[in-house]
Antibody, heavy 122, light 113 residues
């Protein structure tokens, strides 16, 4: 079955960087866009951007443009998001999610990773 | 940015009764060239990621019970649960994927009366 499995909990200091991985299985990794989102406690999800594994193309939300990098390694069917210059308000659960239609950017997100908790604390 | 506003913020409904959640977008999410509304609904239970229920405003995902339905067009949308079951207790989000940054509503917490 289709699965997205994310890396484990991270605790970082302000100003540091964090890199979260999203290992996929059960489908052709290159064919589906992967979106990254985060969710602060008690809030709705916040979209960060997407990556298209086939060509590495990316689109980032303006709010994260200066600090986020999304990459992929097709040899291990894994997507990554790195967020730099961490602030206290970057504390959240970070999710990867697959778009539910091949080669489509805009569609529902049909499979999600389990989430990675990132805590920024001094 | 598209602002998605859900109402109510919380809702309590008796088992077997109908639950209705509204979502209003600050701009239309209807793409005229294909007549599709770029609007999805998700269900989120504590400690879990969101689960896609409906996309294109009214198309139910495979495996989602038919008591869940979506309606609306343009800027105004509704998620209806026709007969509430205990397992439907969750937070529900609407989500527009018409324009970046893709945005979500603030969520509606659904409980049992």
């Amino acid at each position: 079955q289709v699965q997205l499995v994310q890396s484990g909990t991270e605790v970082k200091k302000p100003g540091a960087s964090v890199k979260v991985s999203c290992k996929t299985s059960g489908y052709t990794f290159s064919d589906y866009y992967i979106h990254w989102l985060r969710q602060a406690p008690g809030q709705g999800p916040e979209w960060m951007g997407w990556i298209y594994p086939k060509n590495g193309g990316t689109s980032y939300a303006q709010a994260f443009q200066a600090r986020v990098t999304m990459t992929r390694d097709t040899s291990v069917s894994t997507a990554y998001v790195e967020l730099s210059s961490l602030r206290f308000d970057d504390t959240a659960v970070y999710y990867c999610a697959r778009v539910g239609l091949p080669a489509a950017i805009e569609y529902g997100l049909d499979v999600w990773g389990q989430g990675t908790t990132v805590t920024v604390s001094s | 940015d598209f602002v998605m506003t859900q109402s109510p913020d919380s809702l309590a409904v008796s088992l077997g009764e109908r639950a209705t959640i509204d979502c209003k977008s600050s701009q239309s999410v209807l793409y005229s060239s294909n007549n599709k509304n770029y609007l999805a609904w998700y269900q989120q239970k504590p400690g879990q990621p969101p689960k896609l229920l409906i996309h294109w405003a009214s198309t139910r995902e495979s495996g989602v019970p038919d008591r869940f339905s979506g309606s609306g067009s343009g800027t105004d949308f509704t998620l209806t649960i026709s007969s509430l079951q205990a397992e439907d207790v969750a937070v529900y989000y609407c989500h527009q994927y018409y324009s970046t940054p893709y945005t979500f509503g603030q969520g509606t917490k659904l409980g049992i009366k």
